[in-house]
C-alpha cells in the first residue's frame, strides 16, 4: 500500500523443547502510527498478536 511505512515491528519469543522437538513461541507488536493514502490522513491502533515456529530437523 503505497504511503504505508510502520515505524516498528517488535517481537519476541522464547525457545521450548517438547517431545517433538524445538519450538519457539511469542508475540509481535506493532505500535500505533499515523499514514496518509490519497490525500486522506489515517491512524492504524496498536495492533498485538501471537506466534510460534517449530524446528523442522
Known amino acids: 500500500m503505497?504511503?504505508?511505512?510502520?515505524?516498528k515491528l517488535l517481537y519476541r519469543g522464547e525457545l521450548i523443547?517438547?517431545?517433538d522437538g524445538l519450538r519457539i513461541v511469542?508475540?509481535?507488536r506493532i505500535p500505533t502510527f499515523n499514514f496518509q493514502l490519497d490525500g486522506k490522513r489515517f491512524k492504524m491502533p496498536l495492533t498485538t498478536g501471537t506466534?510460534?515456529?517449530r524446528s523442522l530437523d
Open 2 to 7: 503505497p504511503g504505508l511505512n510502520p515505524s
Open 17 to 19: 523443547e517438547d517431545g
Open 26 to 28: 511469542g508475540t509481535w
Open 51 to 53: 506466534w510460534s515456529a
